[in-house]
């Protein structure tokens, strides 16, 4: 099991040690050039502090207790839990921290459902260092944080104006949501039970309660579905 890196070069910690009142922000990405890029990003601002990094879930963990953040900035994609689950046990073994995510995928597929986990907010990597850090702020003073056209979307779901609610989709829930987007992605069952830890059997019920909400009569029908729901998803940037 690989440790979390946490932050204690000699520079960084003098560094840190100026910051008197700033904000502790741990960093959990998979991919180390986003890491370090957003250290340092982060290190250049008086109010925030980078305590530490962690590339997967089980490090994460670890680094909480032993760097006590105020604000962890978690991105969806991590290779031995989703984004997802991962808020659900952060938010009830630390109800007080705050957690953005901040990811790639597009935040119409994942904003709300991440809000409902215990997220405070959601920023794509898109959005720049300006945009990053609007967002770090403002879930740092117990705001949430989504774009300006999310929350539209989210408010118009919750008026009525909107048929999101009453979609297929909407009737899955998180774990079944998420075998179905990765079936769509063109991972079998034994692939989502890896990705998702859990027994292929998990996952095959899985699939049949996603059939069955969906109206579906077989695995064959099931995949095309998810496949035409993955490809007609916005993409980032799109």
């Known amino acids: 099991m690989q440790?979390?890196?946490?932050?204690?070069?000699?520079?960084?910690?003098?560094?840190?040690?100026?910051?008197?009142?700033?904000?502790?922000v741990l960093i959990v990405?998979?991919?180390p050039v986003f890491r370090e890029g957003l250290s340092v990003l982060l290190s250049r601002e008086p109010d925030l502090e980078v305590v530490g990094q962690a590339?997967?879930?089980?490090?994460?963990?670890t680094a909480i207790e032993r760097c006590t953040p105020d604000l962890v900035l978690l991105d969806l994609s991590l290779p031995d839990k989703s984004g997802l689950e991962l808020v659900k046990d952060l938010r009830a073994g630390h109800p007080?921290?705050?957690?953005?995510?901040?990811?790639m995928h597009d935040e119409t597929l994942y904003a709300e459902r991440l809000l409902r986990a215990g997220a405070n907010g959601y920023v794509m990597k898109e959005e720049g260092p300006a945009g990053i850090l609007h967002a770090i702020r403002q879930v740092l003073k117990q705001q949430v944080y989504v774009s300006p056209k999310m929350s539209a979307r989210i408010v118009n779901s919750f008026s009525g104006r909107t048929e999101t609610r009453n979609s297929p989709i909407s009737q899955l829930t998180d774990r079944e949501f998420e075998v179905f987007r990765l079936?769509?992605?063109?991972n079998d069952s034994r692939a989502i039970a890896r990705q998702l830890s859990v027994s292929?059997?998990?996952v095959d019920t899985h699939r049949g309660h996603i059939k069955e909400k969906l109206g579906l009569n077989s695995g064959t029908e099931l995949i095309c579905y998810a496949v035409r729901w993955v490809e007609a998803q916005p993409r980032a940037g799109t």
């Not at 979390?4 to 009142?21: D, F, I, N, R």
């Not at 007080?96 to 990811?103: E, F, G, K, T, V």
């Open 200 to 202: 292929y059997k998990t």
């Open 96 to 103: 007080q921290l705050s957690i953005l995510i901040i990811s």
């Open 55 to 61: 590339d997967r879930a089980r490090p994460t963990l």
């Open 3 to 24: 440790r979390a890196k946490v932050v204690t070069e000699p520079k960084q910690m003098a560094s840190a040690l100026k910051k008197k009142g700033a904000k502790r």
């Open 183 to 186: 079936i769509g992605e063109g």
């Open 29 to 31: 990405d998979d991919h």
